[in-house]
């Protein structure tokens, strides 16, 4: 237990580079116990706490933070390892119940549209929650939600059309720059 | 995480992450203003890609908020035949006709930069010093036009293929011998390593042993359960009740 830990090697202060690994890919995650992916996920926890603090050091006493993308590198590794350990948690799920994954359900919005909407959980059932019964009492067609989806419509078709104009006339001018490219 | 095919090619050297080289990248936007309030930076759209780098300072000046450049018109070029190293002959400027090896590549233009060839004459002020230097810079070249592979049984431009051997490798052929054109040692180089078997263990690296150790078991629990079973941890509280919705 000890403070210094939020802080890096003395040898490494003062450095302009410092050389380290790659980031855990899945494959080599797999293959790894439960207990073992629980000791890795505080490793890379206490690190990335690490790389922060000597990041804002850094720039509080206006001195070069080496090799910035070891933190980019540890946050690869934690999210690989969280989805490592949501697919085997979601193989259990589909095994004892048959389902996997967050349920969820459509859901009318106030726009005149359908959403899937993924569950939450609350402390409060249902019927007893205010914004509940204020989503279920949203108008599902009107003269407002009618000019709205006509509007949406036309801003939609809009920027389709614009962006195929623009790809087809960067297409026409490149084959007038460039005749004998081989492609298209 | 997949990298799309131009970004993995062209950063391969640097082996960054790519959510490091976006983050350099892109800036701009509702949260970002500039020191004077009420002026507000828009979302850059294009990366104007130059000489060096997007997480370096030339190009990040190139790309500071304010400043457009001319649209690029790059030739769509399937398959990059020309790689890090490669001995390469100029065919354009003072030094056509000589040839010399691949240093440096941009993807995003196109260019090829040629160790010592095609290059400029400039002067450097040093900040200490007090005579500026002359200094021999290499000028970019246009990878469809101004350079060609060079043949190693004549020692003369081709142009190349890509094609698969009968053990099913991907080569580059010249079309006019039919020689294999090999892939020079330099291609597997990085910031890191210069190939993968001379790279340095550092003291935070898990070592290649360790990470073959197969420790997994399967089992039929979830995470939670697993590491409560071998902490020894037994829950006996029931959870409130809360609702899904």
Redesign the interface.
Known sequence: MDLMEFFDVDKNWGENEI?????WRKE?L?????????KLWFILYK?KNMLLTMQQECSELGELFPS??RI??V??SM??LQEV?EE??AA??E??TGTSGR?GDWQHTPFGTVRYRL????????WANPT?KAWNQLPRAGYAIWKFQSRLREQRIRTKHRERRREENHER??KE??PH???? | ?KLSPVLRMCYEYS???K??IE?AMFKGGKRETAGLAGIKIRKKKKWHYGVSRPWEEENQQENRPGVHHPKV?L????EWKVMRGDLVEVLVGKDKGKQGHVNYIVKQRNWVFVDGLHCKYEYITQETGLKPTMVKKELPLCV?NDVALVDPSDNKPTEIQWRFTEEGERVRVSTRTGRIIPLASMVHETK?YKSKSTY???P???TAED?E?????PN????EQ??MD?MGIVETKKP?K????
């Open positions: 050389k380290h690994g790659r980031s080599e797999r293959i790894k116990s439960n207990q073992d992916l629980h690190e910035p993308e980019e590198k946050d690869e999210e690989n350990i085997r948690d259990v799920t095994l004892e349920k569950f939450k959980e609350h402390a409060v059932p249902p509940v001018k490149l720059i460039f490219s081989q492609i298209d | 995480m082996n960054f992450p959510a490091y983050k018109f030739e769509p070029i399937k469809v890191d340095k263990e550092q935070k690296d898990t990470l150790v197969i420790s997994y078991k039929v629990k979830t995470f697993d590491i071998s409130a809360t609702w899904w919705y």
